[in-house]
């Protein structure tokens, strides 16, 4: 079991670059979570999706598009990357919505904007 | 003003001593409230969950959540070196979707 993946672990972009950012996950999970990690900012969620085919809007969408391509997968697209968007990126499960106090996360991908 | 405020420390303890890591809220509707753990360069995991107000005890980790002041915490007894991690508290209202809300993590270094 290994748990909830994500791929590339580090990345450095130039400025107007597009990148994805893979995250799978084996335990059978309906709900999947994208967030981001900034220095004196705790973890904000980017995007979410309850179950397979629904995606939502967290508190920073802006600048993002996400894809649940099946169960297992929840993929977060950078467009048009900014020095802003320098960040850690965390990808998570839970069981389900009514269970996300009980989330799974990824080890994180460090992405660099230049 | 933020939905979560947490001291992000750091805190520096000798082995042994006892922890209090605290954090303050706004939204009366949070019904959930968590404790994650997170060391350097890993994704969080989760430590301990709370519905509701009340103490909840695992080992030497006790979590108390007060309602009426809007106040949680987290007690770590007998501090060892390997708890050195930054704790971020979490807070979830079931009627948002399961939406977490995090702290900005406080960074914890125990010496031995």
């Known amino acids: 079991n290994a748990g909830v993946t994500q791929t590339p672990k580090f990345q450095v972009l130039k400025t107007g670059q597009s990148m994805t950012l893979q995250c799978a996950q084996d335990m059978n999970h309906n709900s999947m979570y994208w967030y981001r990690q900034d220095p004196g900012m705790g973890l904000r969620l980017i995007y979410y999706?309850?179950?397979?085919?629904?995606?939502d809007k967290g508190e920073v969408p802006n600048g993002y598009n996400v894809s649940r391509l099946n169960k297992r997968e929840f993929s977060l697209r950078l467009e048009s990357a900014a020095p802003s968007q320098t960040s850690v990126y965390f990808c998570?499960?839970?069981?389900?919505?009514?269970?996300?106090?009980?989330?799974?996360f990824g080890p994180g991908t460090r992405l660099t904007v230049t | 003003q933020k939905e979560v405020e947490q001291d992000p420390g750091p805190l520096s303890v000798p082995e042994g001593a006892i922890v209090s890591l605290n954090c303050t809220y706004s939204n009366s509707a949070f019904q959930y409230f968590m404790w994650y753990r997170q060391y350097s360069r890993k994704g969080p995991e989760l430590l301990m969950y709370?519905?509701?107000?009340g103490n909840k005890e695992d080992g030497r980790f006790t979590a108390q959540v007060d309602k009426s002041s809007k106040y949680i915490s987290l007690f770590i007894r007998d501090s060892q070196p390997s708890d050195s991690a930054t704790y971020l508290c979490?807070?979830?209202?079931?009627?948002?979707?399961?939406?977490?809300?995090f702290g900005q993590g406080t960074e914890l270094s125990v010496k031995p």
């Open positions: 979490a807070m979830m209202s079931y009627n948002q979707g399961g939406k977490l809300i």
């Open positions: 709370t519905y509701s107000s």
């Open positions: 999706s309850a179950s397979e085919g629904t995606t």
């Open positions: 998570a499960s839970s069981e389900v919505p009514a269970r996300a106090y009980e989330q799974y």
